[in-house]
T-cell receptor
Framework: AQSVTQPDIHITVSEGASLELRCNYS??????LFWYVQSPGQGLQLLLK??????LVQGIKGFEAEFKRSQSSFNLRKPSVHWSDAAEYFC???????????FGKGTRLHILP | EAGVVQSPRYKIIEKKQPVAFWCNPI?????LYWYLQNLGQGPELLIRYENEEAVDDSQLPKDRFSAERLKGVDSTLKIQPAELGDSAVYLC?????????????????FGPGTRLTVL
């Protein structure tokens, strides 16, 4: 069965510092992978997705993620965070065939001024 | 263009009372999803509609939860009776439709959710 593990419940970084959020997945075939962001009181917004091809995926708001099959990982990165990046981030794995996606438990990002 | 609209945004009820949530998807989106998001967890699918047909309701607790999408546009999710453990955020999402092929993906767009508190 598909599953997603986000090992960090909370992450705190200083504004301007680099960021990496970890995500590990379990899936029997080539996975379809996603990162979503959820700001307080807002719905989830898709940051980026990986289906195939280049393992380094660029997304919105300056985020990128790298798919590493050997490590079953899809970590999210940003070179310099802004205070507005404080939010909850969800990694997800999906079945494109029926648009069904399974979410991880999320990582809450805190930004220090 | 308006996004996915949900109402109410917040609801407080006493246990054993009924409650209903409403969702209006993005215009033209055939697929509609209801998710449950417990505190500190990721969203979990409750039910998925393709037009007016519920194509995946395997995770919907049918003893107390029901949903409908009568005209294939907006949808209502109901809980009757509500229990303390139902306190959560209920998210609605929509997409253009299941592609049926493993080569494309229809992005799901999420509404802001309804936060339910059962006392």
């Amino acid at each position: 069965a598909q599953s997603v593990t986000q090992p960090d419940i909370h992450i705190t970084v200083s504004e301007g510092a680099s960021l990496e959020l970890r995500c590990n997945y379990s899936y029997g075939a080539t996975p379809y992978l996603f990162w979503y962001v959820q700001s307080p009181g807002q719905g989830l917004q898709l940051l980026l997705k990986y289906f195939s091809g280049d393992t380094l995926v660029q997304g919105i708001k300056g985020f990128e993620a790298e798919f590493k099959r050997s490590q079953s990982s899809f970590n999210l990165r940003k070179p310099s965070v802004h205070w507005s990046d404080a939010a909850e981030y969800f990694c997800a794995v999906g079945e494109v065939r029926d648009d069904k996606i399974i979410f991880g438990k999320g990582t809450r990002l805190h930004i220090l001024p | 263009e308006a996004g996915v609209v949900q109402s109410p945004r917040y609801k407080i009820i006493e246990k054993k009372q009924p409650v209903a949530f409403w969702c209006n998807p993005i215009s033209g989106h055939n697929t509609l999803y209801w998710y449950l998001q417990n505190l500190g967890q990721g969203p979990e699918l409750l039910i998925r509609y393709e037009n007016e047909e519920a194509v995946d309701d395997s995770q919907l607790p049918k003893d107390r939860f029901s949903a409908e999408r009568l005209k294939g546009v907006d949808s209502t999710l109901k809980i009757q009776p509500a229990e303390l453990g139902d306190s959560a955020v209920y998210l609605c999402a929509s997409s253009l439709g299941s592609s049926g092929r493993a080569v494309s993906y229809n992005e799901q767009f999420f509404g802001p959710g309804t936060r339910l508190t059962v006392l």
